[in-house]
């Protein structure tokens, strides 16, 4: 299936910085109420930005990626805001802090941005349809652009609520035709990213550098072709880091330190399987002429 702007993943600014995986969410309707961003000495890095701590998501998590890159950490401070009201006005966001030892009434939260929504996915119609004949896609796992390339926070509901309905109406309307022949039910192994997750997170992040694309794109490729539990995650990696290399620009959530302007014209990327195995197997032939 033909596969679209696989490279826009977007980071939530303000996930609990704590061991826990995954990391709670503390929402940006904590910011809306008035919570500011700060560093480990207390001052606001964010006051001189437009939107400030509402600025769109991208321009948050890159702001803090940066002061956390530079040593300091990061918290979002709601003591003058809420205070003593912080329970009442966000109970599941208060319960979570206080299992982590942290009463926000009291005390900032430490804050860190975290992978949250996948803008890309399988290329799709408007009514859900793919490049596969009877395969149809909707809610995350499709792209349908409606997204752009930084999704507005709560608008995936919407879609999936949507686009559900316009699946559905389409598959209803549609003759069965010619059906595959019944095959005997394979298990795949469970697929377990751990293996893979520094890779990604090194090549994938808030800021994403060509040289750190091309060293993931070596590091997946033997990984995704193998029958590992890996395989699978490798794959899908591999397919993100292809289509992150191939658009040489910075646009909403895909930021690239060596690229950081952008293209007069917004244009999605495509991609499919095939075409990204060939890409990735002259990268790393190209890698290994530049070695000798």
Same mark, same amino acid.
């Given at each position: 299936?033909?596969?679209? $702007? ?9 996930a609990?910085d ?15 109420e ?5 560093d ?5 890095f ?13 321009v ?5 990626? $940066? ?5 300091h ?6 003591r003058?805001c ?9 109970p ?26 996948h803008?890309? +996915? ?5 009514? +859900? ?16 652009g ?15 609520v949507a ?10 309307g ?17 697929p377990?990213?751990?293996s ?7 090549a994938?992040?808030i800021?994403?550098? +060509? ?7 070596? $590091?997946?490729?033997?990984?995704a072709v ?12 591999l397919l ?18 060596d690229?950081? +302007? ?10 499919t ?7 990735a ?9 530049r070695?000798?």
């Amino acid at each position: 299936a033909e596969l679209s $702007d696989l490279e826009f993943v977007q980071f939530h600014p303000t996930a609990l910085d704590n061991p826990r995986r995954p990391m709670p969410l503390i929402s940006e309707a904590v910011r809306g109420e008035g919570a500011v961003l700060v560093d480990d000495h207390g001052d606001r890095f964010l006051a001189d930005t437009p939107g400030a701590e509402l600025a769109a998501r991208d321009v948050v998590a890159r702001a803090i990626a $940066d002061q956390l890159g530079a040593g300091h950490r990061v918290y979002l401070d709601a003591r003058q805001c809420l205070g003593q009201r912080f329970a009442k006005r966000f109970p599941a966001i208060d319960a979570v802090c206080k299992q982590a030892g942290i009463d926000p009434a009291a005390e900032p939260i430490p804050v860190r941005p975290a992978a949250h929504y996948h803008m890309g +996915g399988v290329a799709v119609d408007a009514e +859900g349809r793919s490049s596969v004949s009877g395969l149809w896609a909707c809610g995350e796992v499709a792209r349908t652009g409606l997204h752009g390339a930084n999704r507005l926070a709560s608008n995936s509901l919407a879609e999936l609520v949507a686009t559900a309905a316009w699946v559905a109406g389409c598959i209803a309307g549609t003759s069965a035709g010619w059906q595959w022949p019944r095959m005997p039910a394979m298990v795949a192994v469970r697929p377990d990213p751990s293996s893979i997750r520094q890779v990604v997170s090194n090549a994938l992040g808030i800021v994403r550098k +060509g040289n750190a694309l091309r060293e993931a794109v070596a $590091d997946l490729l033997p990984i995704a072709v193998g029958d590992t539990a890996a395989a699978d995650p490798a794959l899908v990696a591999l397919l993100m880091t292809i289509a992150a290399l191939r658009r040489e620009e910075s646009r909403g959530s895909h930021y690239r330190s060596d690229f950081p +302007g952008r293209n007069p014209k917004a244009l999605p990327s495509s991609l499919t399987l095939c075409r990204a195995f060939e890409s990735a197997v002259s990268l790393n032939w190209l890698r290994s002429e530049r070695s000798y």
